[in-house]
């Protein structure tokens, strides 16, 4: 249908609701007349069909004046009954007010005023209720109002939690808006709302009467394929527990996004059922960030990120970009990654300057030009080479990048002032058994030799684990094995990995570069990350949310640990001193500070050994620097033993010896 004709069908809609309240108005007008007089009202009052044409004429004076005419029928609710009531009380005053004036009330009976507002508002409420049940179907049967959905293609769903979303969400399924589905019930967990009835559709037992009401509704021929948690902001091990116990009845899970996830919202419905994410069944609350300190960190800065374009750089740069920084400058050494989020950023935040640069970090050429170009108040440093196989089987190339290239953006952020640089570190850096892990422990030691030396330049190193959803990470492998029908491969049935989601990751980030209460130069960030997650859980879960049985629908396969492989992953190094962060969500970890001109001395030897290629050479002086690195070996650890809070001490007596450095730049 064309425009012009959807406009001209809405003013004749328009006119045809405005006429039918005039008409209700005039009847209510001659019904009150008829209620005072009784059948001698046609010869006890003179002149009633003018009377009734001057009332109706006021009231449509006032139904303009107070909108009414705008309203829809469709979704007719409280506010418009409110507005209703307004306008007939207004015109009854007033016709009252004027018949007074004009006629000192002759044929006017006290009654008539009363009885005409009683009857008016109940005929307008009348017609609008009346439109909006056929609309939504709530006058008849699903079956005689919905004859071109077949029976076997309408998804039998459960509610779970009586909210506004779930009486929101039945009201969109009446219009169609939400889908089609057909729903049996609700459950809720309360007592007190045990049998009620919300929009025609009944509270029929908790979440522990599932699986006996799965059984009951497919005796009635009505199985259940779904469960759509309509609760308001449910917890992560909440929703763990709901999705485990549905799929092993074999039901799907999926729930209402809130409003304030703007991200999960899309223009066809605001109520359309998602899945249930990965990132939502972590076992923890989710991290926020302290939005005051971090924008005052940002704002009206230039702020440089290296390894732009990877899954934390990019999420950094998007983060970022909200807290209107001076000048935001991308570096990657990616051109795709590198070009695709500068055409992102431009588009979303036209008001910010962006700068993309092509920029190898072990290219100290390169990276000293770009400082000396764009000279950054603050630098994230996120470009490292992660993935534990391929840097395993490529140690030199390893160096180069997460050594070398943060030494050269490292030496460029002090030698141009800037006042913040912040590297991401890993989990992988502590006790490391592999090259990719001990690169980041020299490169988190080289930073800490420069933090206590600097008198310009604040140095934060952030340590968390694994991100889910990030290039190479374990989520996306699964799912595309999951899609092609299995086995989901694991290297082992008891490996372990801490998880967050990529904008957890972030957030850490920038809470950590901008929070500096209780940290001492040369410390390290380290996020509270709760218990690790077995992989093979993972997998499970990931399985469930697909719908299917794990080992039955999907196998899960065991491969062994790849080389450099750890079993379990540490936060921290049992020799490091720890201290909680005031009602923050990480710890400040002392790690053991390797002597600056030993570590620099090293660095140059470890220097030639990378530019003759001898890896050998160049893996034994990297455990100079990392005496903790053993390759190859399998770090086992009761996870149930694993504390952090047991580590922490509030007050260290070594820390009150280490130098402070001065006092950083908010």
């Known amino acids: 249908m064309k425009f012009r004709d959807l406009v001209r069908r809405a003013r004749i809609l328009r006119v045809a609701g405005t006429a039918l309240d005039a008409f209700t108005a005039f009847a209510a007008f001659i019904l009150s007349y008829v209620t005072a ?18 009332f109706v004429a006021i009231f449509i004076c006032f139904y303009w004046l107070f909108s009414a005419n705008r309203a829809s029928w469709r979704y007719f609710s409280i506010p418009d009954m409110v507005t209703i009531v307004k306008v007939v009380s207004a015109s009854v005053i007033a016709y009252t007010i004027a018949a007074f004036l004009m006629t000192r009330g002759s044929n006017v009976p006290r009654s008539v005023p009363v009885l005409t507002l009683i009857y008016l508002v109940a005929g307008l409420s009348f017609s609008r209720t009346a439109y909006r049940l056929l609309m939504e179907r709530s006058f008849f049967s699903m079956a005689w109002t919905r004859p071109s959905t077949p029976a076997n293609a309408m998804r039998h769903v459960l509610l779970y939690g009586l909210t506004d979303n779930a009486e929101s969400f039945i009201r969109a399924n009446r219009r169609g808006a939400a889908g089609e589905f057909n729903i049996l019930g609700i459950l809720d967990d309360g007592v007190l709302n045990q049998a009620r009835i919300v929009q025609g559709v009944k509270v029929v037992g908790s979440f522990e009467d599932l699986e006996l009401l799965v059984e009951r509704f497919k005796v009635r021929g009505t199985p259940i394929s779904e469960l759509i948690d309509t609760e308001e902001a449910p ?15 074999g039901i799907r899970v999926s729930r209402i996004p809130d409003f304030t996830e703007t991200a999960q919202l899309t223009g066809q419905s605001l109520l359309q059922p998602k899945p249930i994410d990965l990132s939502d069944l972590l076992g923890r609350p989710e991290i926020a960030a ?42 990657d050494a990616s051109e795709l990654h590198l070009y695709k989020l500068d055409m992102e950023l431009r588009e979303s935040c036209p008001q910010i300057r962006i700068e993309a640069n092509l920029v190898d970090v072990r290219d100290n050429t390169r990276v000293e030009a770009v400082f000396a170009r764009f000279r950054p108040n603050l630098v994230f440093h996120a ?7 391929i840097v395993e089987e490529n140690p030199v190339e ?52 420069l933090d206590m030396a600097s008198q310009t330049t604040l140095f934060t190193t952030v340590r968390f684990g694994n991100v889910l959803g990030s290039n190479g990470s374990v989520v996306p492998r699964f799912e595309k094995q999951i899609a092609e029908g299995g086995p989901v491969t694991v290297t082992h049935p008891e490996i372990t990995r801490f998880f967050m989601s990529i904008p957890e990751a972030v957030c850490l980030v920038l809470n950590a570069a901008a929070a500096y209460a209780g940290r001492k130069r040369g410390d390290i960030v380290v996020l ?19 719908g299917l049985r794990p080992y039955i629908d999907i196998d899960i396969v065991f491969t062994g640990l790849r080389p450099g492989e750890k079993l379990h992953e540490e936060l921290f190094d049992s020799t490091e001193v720890l201290q ?19 570590l620099h001395k090293t660095i140059l030897f470890l220097e030639q050994a990378v530019e003759h290629e001898d890896r050998e050479r160049a893996v034994e002086l ?45």
């Open 37 to 54: 007089y009784g059948e001698r009202f046609m010869f006890a009052v003179p002149g009633l069909e003018e009377k009734a044409l001057a």
């Open 580 to 598: 909680r962060a005031p009602e923050m969500p990480y710890f400040a970890a002392s790690p053991r500070v390797i002597d600056k001109e030993v």
């Open 528 to 546: 509270d990350m709760g218990k690790p997650v077995r992989i093979v859980d993972l997998a499970e879960r990931m399985i469930q949310l697909a």
């Open 383 to 389: 470009a490292a080479l992660k993935h534990v196989p």
């Open 235 to 249: 917890s992560r091990q909440h929703l763990a527990e709901v999705v485990q116990l549905a799929t092993r009845l």
């Open 290 to 331: 302290d939005l005051a300190s971090v924008a005052r960190l940002i704002n009206g800065r230039v702020v440089l990120v290296t390894g732009a374009g990877g899954s934390i750089g990019s999420e950094l740069c998007r983060q970022i970009a909200e807290y209107g920084p001076a000048q935001l400058v991308l570096a």
């Open 622 to 666: 990297l455990r100079h620097i990392v005496p903790e690195f053993r390759p190859g070996a399998v770090l086992a650890r009761d996870d149930d033993d694993y504390d952090p809070e047991a580590m922490v001490i509030r007050i260290d007596r070594k820390a009150k010896n280490r130098p402070s450095g001065p006092k950083p730049v908010a």
């Open 398 to 449: 390893g160096i180069k990048t997460n050594l070398l290239g943060t030494r050269n953006v490292a030496e460029a952020a002090v030698r141009f002032g800037a006042c913040n640089f912040v590297l991401i570190s890993t989990d992988k850096a502590v006790k490391p058994t592999n090259v990719m892990g001990a690169s980041k422990r020299a490169a988190e030691a080289y930073c800490q030799s």
